[in-house]
């Protein structure tokens, strides 16, 4: 079985400062994983994902997430935060064998201080 | 389009009445998703389609939701006698590769 934990429902950071977003997931077999942005009152947003090649991944804008088996987790960072990340990040655990099995974390909302 | 499509953004319906909601696709995406998604929550799965065919509809919450899809492009969710617990943004996805999702606007559904 696959599942998804977003560990922090609510992250704020101050602007300039570096970004952590948690994600421990569980998976059966080798797994997609993918984190996905959501601004207000807009759709998700490929951000990155990891599909077994490099476990160190980089994305758009300046996040990069690293996948991590003995710990199973696929944390997104990004070295300094900007006001426009200020969104719903959700992580994304897709396996490999079923296209709509597709599970989606409950989701962070990253908040940035000026 | 260049992106995904989706029609109406904003549906304010009566409860009981019928609502149709459409999704065009990225032209050659075969698989395409309906998610549901209430305030402050995360994605819900309603419904999976490869082609024209539905081989996952498991997230259907109740006999009063369909969906269809037609040509392998268009797909249309329809919600008959809306009830206020229905009220949330319908989100469509298409893709070519498994988890790799791109996502439309949404529609936001209100039931009153």
């Known amino acids: 079985a696959q599942s998804v934990t977003q560990l922090d429902s609510h992250v704020s950071v101050s602007e300039g400062t570096p970004v952590l977003l948690r994600c421990n997931y569980s998976s059966s077999y080798s797994p997609s994983l993918f984190w996905y942005v959501q601004h207000p009152n807009k759709g998700l947003q490929l951000l990155l994902k990891y599909t077994s090649a490099a476990t160190l991944v980089k994305g758009i804008n300046g996040f990069e997430a690293e996948f991590k088996k003995s710990e199973t987790s696929f944390h997104l960072t990004k070295p300094s935060a900007h006001m426009s990340d200020a969104a719903e990040y959700f992580c994304v655990v897709s396996p490999q064998r079923s296209a709509s099995k597709i599970i989606f974390g409950s989701g962070t909302r990253l908040s940035i201080r000026p | 389009g260049a992106g995904v499509s989706q029609s109406p953004s904003n549906k304010v319906t009566e409860k009981g009445k019928d609502v149709e909601l459409r999704c065009d696709p990225i032209?050659?995406?075969?698989?395409l998703y309906w998610y549901r998604q209430s305030l402050g929550q995360g994605l819900e799965f309603l419904i999976y389609?490869?082609?024209?065919?539905?081989?996952?509809k498991s997230g259907l919450p109740s006999d009063r939701f369909s969906a269809e899809r037609t040509g392998g492009s268009v797909s249309t969710l329809t919600i008959q006698r809306t009830q206020q617990e229905d009220s949330a943004v319908y989100l469509c996805?298409?893709?070519?590769?498994?988890?790799?999702?791109?996502f439309g606007e949404g529609s936001r559904l209100t039931v009153l």
């Open positions: 996805a298409s893709s070519t590769s498994p988890g790799e999702l791109f």
């Open positions: 389609f490869q082609g024209n065919s539905a081989p996952d």
């Open positions: 032209s050659g995406h075969t698989a």
